[in-house]
């Protein structure tokens, strides 16, 4: 069976691990992340960062790779205090867009998340697995982003190409 999506895999972009209590991060990162999200496993945008609340204590924060050298100036991980931890994760993921009509029906074999978008609304961020593999799932408008290890990207695109059927 032929699907109607697309994937594509996207640039590589900085990302940096934060663990801690929101307030002691925002102290010491200041306005350079986007406003922590309201909700878990949600995600808030700013100035092309998105700030990706995954877990208590746990976000992640994801920008555009030319951003990488400004925040490690901003972000000084480091030098961050003890009761924080900021990780440059950056050549750690690869991540895929994948949009199209029949976009819940690969979803529903790659991965046991429920997308609806009553569960996998816009601005969702939450781990999951995709074809058996841990996986960032990202909830957009009308696409869905995996990011997973890096060295699993090709395996990845070659599981959605055959899903796919194209």
């Not at 995600?43 to 555009?64: D, G, K």
């Not at 050549?91 to 609806?116: K, T, Y």
């Amino acid at each position: 069976m032929t699907y109607d999506v697309e994937f594509t895999q996207l640039a590589m972009m900085t990302l940096y691990d934060l663990k801690g209590r929101s307030e002691d991060i925002a102290a010491w990162c200041g306005d350079a992340i986007p406003p922590f999200p309201t909700a878990p496993l949600s995600l808030t945008r700013h100035a092309q960062s998105e700030l990706l609340w995954l877990a208590p204590n746990h976000w992640i924060l994801r920008a555009p790779l030319e951003k990488e050298n400004v925040l490690d100036e901003a972000l000084k991980p480091n030098d961050a205090p003890a009761n924080i931890s900021i990780v440059r994760t950056s050549d750690s993921l690869v991540f895929f867009a994948l949009h199209g009509v029949d976009l819940a029906e690969v979803m529903a074999v790659a991965s046991p998340l429920d997308i609806h978008p009553s569960k996998l609304a816009e601005g969702s961020a939450a781990f999951s697995e995709v074809f058996g593999i841990k996986a960032l799932v990202l909830g957009n408008a009308s696409d869905i982003e995996i990011g997973v290890e890096r060295s699993f990207g090709p395996m990845i695109a070659d599981y959605l190409q055959r899903t796919i059927g194209n």
